[in-house]
C-alpha cells in the first residue's frame, strides 16, 4: 500500500521535482512522494545470528601401536563404529613372543640362583657362629645373595615387560566411536610409539555421539553470543531437518580475514542418530533472544535517531521532533540505581547534556573553553560508544527509535517509540504504539537524493532549481 504525504516545507517538493525532470516527468505530477505503509502487528518474533560452519568432531583420538611388526589383522573399515576394547588390529607377535620365552627362561634362572643364595647364606652363617668361617668369607655370602635378590628382582619386571609387549600386538579401540581415518592395511609392517619417529599412524577414531560447528562470526555481532545459547543447525544431506544445539564456547582469539575481524563460534549437537558427520556444511542460527506475542513493526518503518536526523533534514521536518522521548521500565538498572546513589560528577554533565535540545546542546557546547569543550566532546563520544557496546551485548535493551507518522491534517511528522529485540524482518515496539497503528516507511535515499539536489545546485542551473 502506498500514501501520499503532505511535508511542511518545499525542499522535498524540490527533490521530487529534480528526479521527475530526470525521468522526463513534470515536476506538479510527481510533486508529493508516496511512501510505503507498515501496521504494527503482534506476531512471534525471534533475534539471531546466522553463519555457515563445517561439522566436526568434539572428541577425536589417535590410534598407534606401541609393538611393531607386520599387520596379521585388520577387524574394522573406515567408517565402523567400535566399542571400548574391541578388537582393531592385531600384529604378528613372532619378535615379542620369543621376547617373552627368553624372559621366563631368565626368570627360572633368576629363582635358581636366588634359592642357591639362600641356602649358602645359611651354611655359611651357622659355620660363622661356629668360628669356622671367617667374617670376610661371611661378608662374601652376603653380597652373593644380594646380587640373587637383584637378579631375581631384575627377571620379574623383565618378564612383566615381555608380557606387556607381547599383549601389544592386540590393538584396542580406546574409546566408543567411529573409524574416521585409516591408513593401513594387512601386511603392512607398522613401528611402534617407542621408536624415534613416534610410531605408525594406524587410524583416527572420534566419537561422534556428539559433534559440533566452527562458525565464524563478526565481531558486530559476536557481544550479544554467549555459551549455552540455543542454535539452530541445518545441512545440505538433510535439507527438510532442523538440529538443535548450542552454543559451546566463543574462540578469544580474532581471526582476520580481508581487513574483516571475525571470532570462531562452536556449537555442539547432539547426535544420537549419527546423522551428521564431520566435514559436512551446515548453516547455524543462533538464537539472541524469542519474543512471543509481541507487538512489532517492519524493519523499514523503523529508524535508529542517527536515522532520523538525516531524513528530518532531507525532508525539512521541525528538528524539535528528534528531541521527543517515550520511555519504557528498563529491565537492567543504571549503577546508580542498583546502588541507590544520586549520579555525580560526569554522569550529571551527561544527564544535563541528555535533557537539552541538539541546539542547546551546540551553544552550551560551543560556549566552553577549548580545554573543557575537549573534555565534553569526549565524554560524549565515551558514552556514546558505551551504549553502542551495550547495544551489541543486549540486543533485547529498550532503546529510542522513531517511525513517520501523518498527523491529523495528513502532514508527515515523527513520531518517538522504544524498541527492543530485532530480526531480519522485523522489530519489537515496547511503547509508542498499539497495534493496528500505520506508519509510514520513509527510505534512508531521500538523504541521497537530497545530496544530489545539492550538487545540482552547485553546478549550472536546472530546471526548477535555482542556484545558492
Not at 601386511?187 to 577414531?205: A, C, D, F, K, N
Not at 565524554?379 to 535493551?397: F, I
Request: proline share 5%; charged share 30%; glycine share 6%.
Amino acid at each position: 500500500m502506498h500514501r501520499r504525504a503532505s511535508f511542511p516545507c518545499p525542499i522535498p517538493l524540490a527533490i521530487s521535482a529534480v528526479l521527475a525532470a530526470a525521468c522526463g516527468q513534470s515536476p506538479a505530477s510527481e510533486s508529493v512522494p508516496e511512501f510505503e505503509t507498515a501496521v504494527a502487528e503482534v506476531r512471534s518474533l525471534v533475534s539471531s545470528v546466522v553463519a555457515t560452519g563445517t561439522i566436526e568432531p568434539i572428541r577425536i583420538i589417535d590410534v598407534k601401536s606401541q609393538a611393531s611388526g607386520e599387520i596379521l589383522e585388520l577387524a574394522v573399515e573406515l567408517g565402523d563404529f567400535a566399542r571400548q576394547g574391541q578388537l582393531l588390529v592385531r600384529i604378528n607377535p613372532r619378535d615379542v613372543r620369543n621376547e617373552f620365552e627368553q624372559a621366563e627362561a631368565d626368570l627360572e634362572v633368576a629363582r635358581a640362583r636366588f634359592r642357591i643364595a639362600e641356602r649358602r647364606l645359611a651354611r655359611s652363617q651357622a659355620l660363622h657362629d661356629s668360628s669356622i668361617v671367617t667374617t670376610e668369607e661371611l661378608e662374601n655370602e652376603l653380597l652373593e645373595h644380594a646380587n640373587a635378590r637383584a637378579g631375581l628382582v631384575r627377571g620379574e619386571a623383565n618378564l612383566e615387560l615381555a608380557l606387556d609387549r607381547l599383549n601389544d600386538v592386540v590393538v584396542r579401540s580406546p574409546i566408543d566411536g567411529t573409524v574416521v581415518e585409516r591408513d593401513i592395511e594387512a601386511g603392512q609392517i607398522v613401528t611402534s610409539t617407542r621408536e624415534v619417529t613416534g610410531g605408525t599412524l594406524l587410524m583416527r577414531m572420534a566419537d561422534l555421539s556428539e559433534v559440533q560447528v566452527r562458525t565464524m562470526v563478526d565481531e558486530t555481532d559476536i557481544g550479544s553470543i554467549e555459551t549455552n545459547l540455543p542454535a539452530e543447525i541445518t545441512v545440505e544431506a538433510y535439507p527438510d531437518r532442523t538440529f538443535r544445539g548450542t552454543v559451546l564456547k566463543v574462540e578469544p582469539q580474532a581471526v582476520v580475514d580481508q581487513s574483516v575481524t571475525m571470532f570462531a563460534v562452536l556449537t555442539r549437537i547432539v547426535n544420537d542418530e549419527s546423522l551428521l558427520r564431520p566435514g559436512m556444511n551446515s548453516d547455524v542460527e543462533i538464537v539472541i533472544g524469542r519474543r512471543e506475542e509481541t507487538l512489532t513493526l517492519d524493519n523499514g518503518g523503523v529508524k535508529t535517531p542517527g536515522e532520523a536526523r538525516q531524513l528530518v533534514e532531507a525532508l525539512g521536518l521541525d528538528p524539535a521532533l528528534l528531541e521527543q522521548r517515550v520511555e519504557v521500565a528498563s529491565e537492567e538498572p543504571t549503577d546508580g540505581e542498583e546502588r541507590g546513589d544520586e549520579p555525580e560528577g560526569d554522569d550529571v554533565v551527561l544527564e544535563q547534556l541528555r535533557s537539552m535540545s541538539r541546539e542547546e546542546r551546540r551553544s552550551y557546547v560551543q560556549n566552553l573553553d577549548p580545554g573543557e569543550r575537549q573534555r565534553i566532546l569526549q565524554l560524549m563520544r565515551t558514552a556514546r560508544e558505551h551504549q553502542e557496546q551495550a547495544d551489541r551485548a543486549n540486543p533485547t535493551r529498550p532503546r529510542p527509535a522513531f517511525v513517520f507518522v501523518e498527523d491529523d491534517a495528513g502532514v508527515l511528522t515523527l513520531k518517538p517509540v522504544t524498541i527492543g529485540l530485532s530480526s531480519w524482518e522485523y522489530t519489537e515496539v515496547l511503547a509508542g504504539l498499539r497495534e493496528g497503528d500505520e506508519i509510514l516507511q520513509v527510505p534512508l535515499s531521500l538523504v541521497q537524493q537530497r545530496e544530489l539536489l545539492q550538487r545540482i545546485r552547485s553546478r549550472s542551473g536546472v530546471p526548477g532549481v535555482q542556484r545558492n
